[in-house]
């Protein structure tokens, strides 16, 4: 084409005029905006007085403003900073006001930021005169019905988003978020791994299609690459222009049969961890509306899977902290079974101070402990972690189990007690003294070939005894001060028997107290469970039942200490180690020992109707402890059919157990048992102690504060006796009969 023979172009401003454009410069440090002629028309800012026609216009930003439609200047800032933080040019349609508040007519501008700094930029550009494009809400981005459609969809993306616990949970919200006028039908999102891009997830891609990308150099000539290497993100409306910018990776993109992408960086705390891929089937110009919708979804996207990983993280901690601190039970024990459970509350890295543990000891014996350190935080996981190592190395020695409690509290007492020297060579407080702590802990040392279980007890809640036809009774066994307080404490020790069939539960007291329970009513409600276990339940366990020796029973037990956890928090996994549906208020630690019945051969059979056993001590020095007995009373007589016969056997035994700590120098040993079909059973307690001297009846007067011991026997007993033993000392026992003596 020939130019010289049409003339030079005319100037610049004259060009711009006749298009109906103008120049305009705001300076965002000044808040100065100067306007050309034409700009100032089309915005409807008059000149100076006397100025000439082609004179610039310097005014303020708050009579630009004013000239403005609200809603199009609140939607400026966020175009601008996109454009700054994507080098491009911001571009807006504004609605022109007069000074009545009416629509003069629609601007286009479209200006290019220059920073000077960190904070302080200028824009310079255009605004030129438009008529409004009917079509989609996406397409004309100063209708209010888009922008409300945008603000909702970005409402609804951060609440989903912000709602997503793991990263899978992130890509399956991002998969399904659907954008307000355009929507792509691929995504993927890719992550940083040293010096290597690599693919977390995508959609709307068959399996397999990821290979290609799925793991390459950051040098690599590809979009995501070149998002993370600058932090920019790409925008590509046409395949020609993929083509032109990235001929290399090209050939594996074209397959897919897409129109447009969009590359975006994900930006946590200014670092890029990865790129987000959005990909359309149909062309899509990403005008700044377009793409400050996708800007601020990239800035969620990129927070979300920033905390998805951090938990993760934390929770691979947490099992990880699990996994060594947790004890496997081991190998199965000849005659008992085993279950245990530990849930940790919900807070923090859900660890905390409870534990359980099982110990093989010496001459086929098992020591079971449970316990819970002060706390539910790192620390008291660490102490944990300490005294579960000292009480292991102390019942490895021989130790019995006052001895290993003993000496539990004076290794607790030290390490919460020490002092460290600081630089200056004075004593200074460590963080343990800072923080001292203390720990529950009961210890049974078990013998699996007679049932006969020593307790010694530190401030921890007693055992639970699940007898033979599911009974429950809670024995009072003896207890000294929790670890860690005193190191001179004692620890007496109480000998139980656990007789085939039974079981015995022990647990830390969040499986008691958690959801607004004292200990009162969180054992009414664990009782409920256990004596309510596979009652109706053809697979459960029933009298009777055959079942192979030390197997079946096992996986009952098992489900048994679900049954009790999930009375507390719901279904949780088998292991107790996964997320639970409602708030944790404690941990929770849970073991079950459960004595097999003997049967012949490696079968065995449970007999019908076993009878109730119960075994318990009443020292001289402890008193206090025949209150325990008369509550173990009532708990095994539970079902009686006459209360004032369970009135009568507990104040008998009171009497007896009494007389015992008065007339002798030893102990009481009490043994109550109940045999027989519900309806006609047979109690008969007897209370035995090593004096050989017999009780004689006596007829006390009114006033006398003693000597009715044998008369209320006469009295309220079906049939009584004294059994002397031949030098080893006497028992005297009584028996009732549910039904009446002359059906028993």
Not at 18 to 41: C, K, M, N, Q
Not at 621 to 640: C, K, M
Not at 642 to 663: F, K
Request: aromatic share 6%.
């Amino acid at each position: 084409m020939r130019t010289d023979d049409q003339g030079p172009l005319p100037p610049v401003g004259e060009i711009l005029a006749a298009i109906a454009t103008g120049l305009w410069r705001w300076d965002s440090d000044t808040g100065i905006a100067t306007l050309d002629a034409e700009a100032a028309r089309l915005l409807g800012i008059p000149q100076a007085p006397g100025a000439p026609p082609d004179a610039l216009v310097i005014t303020t930003e708050a009579a630009v403003r004013a000239r403005f439609h609200a809603v199009d200047w609140n939607e400026v800032y966020p175009v601008v900073q996109l454009a700054l933080a994507e080098g491009t040019l911001a571009e807006a349609r504004l609605r022109v006001m007069d000074e009545r508040g009416r629509v003069v007519r629609t601007v286009r501008s479209r200006t290019k930021p220059v920073l000077h700094g960190d904070r302080h930029y200028e824009l310079i550009g255009t605004l030129q005169e438009v008529s409004e494009i009917p079509g989609s809400a996406a397409r004309t981005p100063v209708t209010g019905d888009w922008r409300r459609s945008r603000e909702a969809f970005l409402l609804d993306a951060g609440r989903a988003l912000a709602e997503a616990r793991s990263t899978a949970e992130v890509l399956r919200v991002a998969s399904g978020l659907s954008m307000p006028g355009f929507s792509p039908d691929g995504l993927g999102v890719f992550g940083v791994a040293g010096d290597r891009l690599t693919v977390i997830g995508h959609h709307g891609h068959s399996p397999g299609d990821e290979e290609p990308f799925s793991d390459m150099p950051l040098d690599t000539d590809y979009p995501a690459a070149d998002v993370v290497r600058t932090g920019r993100a790409v925008y590509l409306s046409t395949p020609e222009a993929y083509k032109e910018r990235y001929p290399t990776i090209w050939p594996l993109v074209e397959r897919f049969g897409r129109q447009s992408w969009a590359f975006l960086p994900l930006i946590v705390a200014g670092r890029t961890i990865g790129a987000w891929m959005a990909a359309f089937t149909y062309p899509v110009s990403f005008t700044p509306d377009e793409r400050s919708v996708l800007s601020t979804v990239a800035r969620m996207l990129a927070q979300a899977l920033s905390r998805a990983g951090v938990a993760e993280s934390e929770r691979e901690l947490t099992e990880g902290l699990q996994r060594a601190m947790m004890p496997a039970l081991g190998p199965e024990i000849p005659g008992m079974a085993v279950a245990a459970r530990y849930v940790p509350t919900g807070g923090g890295l859900q660890v905390g101070g409870d534990w359980y543990d099982m110990i093989p000891l010496p001459f086929g014996r098992y020591a079971f402990v449970i316990g819970d350190v002060q706390g539910h935080d790192v620390r008291a996981a660490g102490l944990m972690g300490q005294l579960r190592i000292a009480l292991r190395a102390y019942a490895s020695e021989g130790h019995r189990p006052d001895a290993v409690l003993s000496r539990a509290t004076r290794f607790l007492t030290g390490i919460t007690d020490s002092v460290t020297y600081g630089s200056t060579g004075g004593p200074a407080a460590s963080a343990d003294t800072a923080d001292p702590r203390f720990a529950t802990c009961l210890y049974v040392e078990a013998d699996p070939e007679s049932g006969v279980l020593e307790i010694a007890r530190a401030g921890h809640p007693d055992p639970v005894i699940r007898l033979g036809d599911g009974t429950v009774v809670t024995p009072s066994t003896a207890g000294g001060l929790p670890l860690g307080i005193d190191p001179d404490a004692d620890y007496p020790t109480t000998r139980l028997v656990l007789a085939p069939g039974e079981t015995m539960m022990i647990c830390t007291d969040g499986l008691i107290e958690t959801g607004g329970h004292d200990l009162d009513t969180g054992w009414t409600r664990l009782r409920e469970i256990l004596e309510t276990h596979g009652q109706g339940d053809e697979q459960g366990y029933e009298f009777g039942q055959e079942y192979e020796y030390g197997h079946e029973y096992g996986d009952d037990l098992e489900q048994l200490a679900d049954e009790l956890v999930q009375a507390v928090h719901g279904p949780t996994s088998h292991y107790s180690t996964g997320p639970l549906a409602d708030r944790r208020e404690d941990d929770i630690a849970l073991l079950l020992l459960h004595r097999n019945p003997v049967g012949p051969g490696p079968r065995g059979t449970v007999p019908v109707a076993p009878p109730r056993r119960t075994v318990l001590t009443v020292a001289q020095a402890e008193p206090e402890r025949i209150a325990g007995a008369r509550q173990h009373l009532r708990e095994l007589l539970h079902d009686w059919a006459d209360p004032d016969q369970v009135d009568a056997a507990v104040l008998m035994v009171s009497e007896m157990a009494t007389n015992v700590l008065v007339h002798t120098d030893g102990d009481a040993l009490i043994v109550a048992t109940a045999r027989g079909e519900r309806g006609s059973r047979r109690l008969r307690v007897e209370v035995s102690d090593a004096s050989d001297e017999l009780p004689h009846k006596r007829h006390p007067g009114e006033l006398a504060s003693s000597g009715r011991g044998l008369v209320l026997m006469e009295l309220l007993a079906d049939t009584w006796g004294v059994d002397p033993r031949g030098g080893q000392g006497k028992s005297i026992w009584f028996e009732l009969y549910e039904s009446g003596p002359g059906d028993a």
